[in-house]
Nanobody, 117 residues
Framework: QVQLVESGGGLVQLGGSLRLSCAAS????????MAWYRQAPGKQRELVAS????????NYADSVKGRFTISRDNAKNTVYLQMNSPTPKDTAVYYC??????????WGQGTQVTVAS
């Protein structure tokens, strides 16, 4: 079992910055690929960024490339999402995901990010 707790969400001004954190329980965090998803009102949940267990492979949605950065610290069992220059289109609930297999993945409870114009 892996429990994920997100933090760092809130209100941010257009062009500001925000860093989300996702703390994982358990000593097997290092075995899981991690990802950030988001879901805006009336829209489907979408992948924002992902990072492999070793951190060697990182992927971003086109909409956030060059603005957001995903990283992980396996010693702290934590994955981060640095959000720079957010726009109102980035307003959503952001979810942390731990994935090792289709039937072996976990979700956090989500954290609201609101970007004010």
């Amino acid at each position: 079992q892996v429990q994920l707790v997100e933090s760092g969400g809130g209100l941010v001004q257009l062009g500001g910055s925000l860093r989300l954190s996702c703390a994982a329980s358990g000593s097997i965090f290092r075995l899981y690929a991690m990802a950030w998803y988001r879901q805006a009102p009336g829209k489907q949940r979408e992948l924002v960024a992902s990072i492999t267990a070793t951190g060697r492979i990182i992927n971003y949605a086109d909409s956030v490339k060059g603005r957001f950065t995903i990283s992980r610290d396996n010693a702290k069992n934590t994955v981060y999402l640095q959000m720079n220059s957010p726009t109102p289109k980035d307003t959503a609930v952001y979810y942390c995901n731990a994935f090792r297999a289709t039937n072996d993945q976990y979700w956090g409870q989500g954290t609201q990010v609101t970007v004010a114009s």
